[in-house]
DNA sequence: CTGAAAGCGCTTACAG
DNA sequence: CTGAAAGCGCTTACAG
């Protein structure tokens, strides 16, 4: 940076860089851009130049021409609720940040909690201010996946957008084998009343977790009984409700299955309030593997969503989007983590 | 939008707009930046252009010109686990966002897990790719205020930046009066052993809410046994290891007064382990209202902090600092809360 | 491989 | 109050 005459700042440009160097600025823009079609020594001189001036691009010019924006959305629609309670949304934003971060493109946070700001959001975003957007939502009835598809925006959701997964990107862990898993996991280890609580039939979750209990269950000999099952919608509360739900149907229960590990921590206490002894009376196991797996007591038994891995991938397709492949899906596994409820 | 013979799109421009309303791009450009000096018949002429058109400025065009990118970062700098665990972050998040979206400056999330990102989040501020950032760190010795404002970064911080208060700006609420209000209310609930978990001394909720815990129990007339007080840093498990610390050194306390709603959850938790009722045996209050007062069995009575308007004046600043006025800080009022904790 | 030049879409003195 | 014009800092064909 160099200072005018009056201290302030006025910002070294290409210009500068191009002078220092002894080069033209067209060259300078080439090494700034790959360094395609310039020779060694000129490519040596600009960034020395580079260096000993402080240079750093002015990217609103460089957006102007390139009519790009380098930088992403990370488009959150949710009830505030669930976005204050959840760990899973920290957990997901952390990671998107810091991959994006570490590709130097900035991450615009949009959160819709309401009609309102989701009309506000979507309107920014057609207009072009983002070259895409991660999408994060639970429910998949959302129509915003397909509202931004419909308007040319490149989007990547986090889970299976049901409805439009032909059109739409995303990335998932692999739910029903997660279920799978966990139930096969919980009956080796001797339970024969296994209940779950599942999540809210309109997210891929609430879907695929249900069906891979079920199907599970049915290999492993035991009956589907349908008063062993209930539903939450994801908060710790509906857990607990759940809970007392089945425990008011299914008295005899010795093991649950819960869709993610927030309404798991409502199950144990449920559990402890009616007097049964986790994993003594009854086994509980979580899903997700998030940060309430570990603030729960005791500790849960969980499926691991691989949520690094999901982020980075999530960021992945998205430049893939908006380089101009097209939509894919990519599933990853999930993994058991054994800890003390079950 | 038009579009091309190819299909694609052709933002419209200003130009577009000034030739649909028989007027210079000037003109247009002035309707867009306040429409002084512009008649009213233009001004309408202009208006029902852009409706017609609907043109969308763009951004880049113009902060190429003003050297403002009319964006701001909203900087985190705390260890990822308490990001994941402390619904306060999102509270602040969310509620900032909302502000800045009611203005249509869009946030960049920037989080400082480590001193990596840390140097990262800087170089990319002090580039001047954003017009301000909102800070927000726990910990004060955190030096990055004062690098961004040795930078002529304009910086609002939440909460009092201890050792540079007269540099840079913040807002925080009353500390000290929310403590105070809290314990007098256990005073007045008739508890005599009043125990406090502290946060962290390096942090201004640590210091204050501590001074208002000591200053009150003075003016009640009961002496200030150093054995009913213990450290927290702010996470749920170090509440439970605090409450652990005060049961084992005085067992006969009566009340505890909290500095955080999670490190309150914690002591709940332990509390429960150790066989004391609450509010019955043990009374808890907590600080914050955040969404962790609400989840606690029971629900914490505590100090409400009062996040949006918290948010509302970060943003207010920010904005008043980029426009050129000097550094201030504003204290909001806390509020007792009575639940079922106490 | 390299330079000169056009142009991205806007704002803002400057004349009138 | 309004238009013509300069210019913000970059990228990218286009010649050479």
């Not at 790959?34 to 960034?47: F, K």
């Not at 580079?50 to 609103?60: A, D, E, F, L």
């Not at 589907?224 to 007392?244: C, F, H, K, N, T």
């Not at 086994?283 to 691989?306: K, N, Y």
């Amino acid at each position: 940076m160099n200072r005018g005459p009056e201290g302030r700042r006025r910002p070294v440009t290409i210009h500068d860089v191009a002078r220092e160097a002894g080069v033209s600025r067209g060259t300078v823009s080439r090494v700034l851009n790959g360094g395609h079609y310039v020779s060694p020594a000129a490519q040596t001189a600009v960034n020395n130049a580079i260096r000993r001036t402080g240079y750093v691009v002015n990217r609103h010019a460089r957006s102007l021409i390139t009519g790009r924006s380098d930088s992403v959305a990370f488009l959150l629609t949710e009830p505030q609720e669930r976005f204050f309670e959840d760990p899973n949304f920290n957990v997901l934003l952390r990671s998107c940040t810091q991959e994006l971060a570490s590709q130097d493109i900035p991450l615009l946070l949009m959160i819709a909690g309401n009609e309102d700001e989701r009309r506000r959001n979507l309107r920014y975003i057609q207009a072009g201010h983002v070259d895409g957007v991660l999408l994060v939502s639970s429910h998949s009835g959302d129509p915003v996946a397909g509202e931004l598809d419909a308007a040319g925006i490149p989007v990547v959701a986090c889970g299976k957008p049901i409805g439009q997964q032909a059109r739409i990107s995303y990335v998932a862990a692999d739910d029903r084998d997660g279920a799978r898993q966990m139930v096969r996991f919980l009956y080796e280890s001797g339970r024969r009343r296994i209940a779950t609580v599942s999540g809210p039939p309109d997210t891929p979750g609430g879907v695929e977790r249900l069906a891979g209990y079920r199907e599970t269950l049915a290999e492993c000999g035991l009956p589907v009984d349908e008063a062993l099952i209930a539903v939450g919608d994801y908060s710790r509360a509906s857990g607990g409700r759940a809970a007392e739900h089945l425990l008011e149907h299914a008295p005899d229960i010795d093991a649950v299955f819960v869709a993610s590990d927030l309404m798991a921590d409502g199950v144990l206490d449920a559990l402890a309030r009616a007097g049964r002894s986790v994993p003594g009376d009854v086994a509980v196991g979580g899903f997700d593997d998030s940060p309430a797996a570990l603030a729960a007591v005791p500790r849960l038994t969980t499926i691991r969503q691989p949520f690094d891995r999901i982020s980075k991938e999530m960021v992945r397709m998205l430049m893939a989007r908006i380089g101009g492949e097209d939509p894919a899906a990519v599933i990853l596994p999930t993994e058991l983590v054994r800890r003390e409820s079950a």
